[in-house]
């Protein structure tokens, strides 16, 4: 069993910068792809970022140049470093680990960009 749990999520001025953790545990080889996905109320769950167990990264349009994804392979972590927040960047945000065709999901961190 995988098990991920999320955390650095808060609320933010826009314009500010927070950082989301990501720590796997439990069953955590074979790991191909780990990754950050937000869902706003009323809207569908959207892919962030991505990040491969070789280091190859993927962005949505909307945060690329502001979002950075990042993985910690000694600490089985994940983060994302968010900066230059803009209200529309409010959402419940979770971590995501693919591995052998499945997709594990944590629980979510709330980010609220708010003034």
């Known amino acids: 069993q995988l098990q991920l749990v999320e955390s650095g999520g808060g609320l933010v001025q826009p314009g500010g910068s927070l950082r989301l953790s990501c720590a796997a545990s439990?069953?955590?080889?074979?790991?191909?792809?780990m990754g950050w996905y937000r869902q706003a109320p009323g809207n569908q769950r959207e892919l962030v970022a991505a990040?491969?167990?070789?280091?190859?990264?993927n962005y949505a349009d909307s945060v690329k140049g502001r979002f950075t994804i990042s993985r910690d392979n000694a600490k089985n972590t994940v983060y994302l470093q968010m900066n230059s927040l803009k209200p529309e960047d409010t959402a419940v945000y979770y971590c995501?680990?693919?591995?052998?065709?499945?997709?594990?999901w944590g629980k979510g961190t709330l980010v609220t960009v708010s003034s």
């Open positions: 439990g069953s955590i080889f074979s790991i191909s792809a």
């Open positions: 990040i491969t167990n070789i280091g190859s990264t």
């Open positions: 995501n680990a693919h591995k052998r065709m499945l997709d594990y």
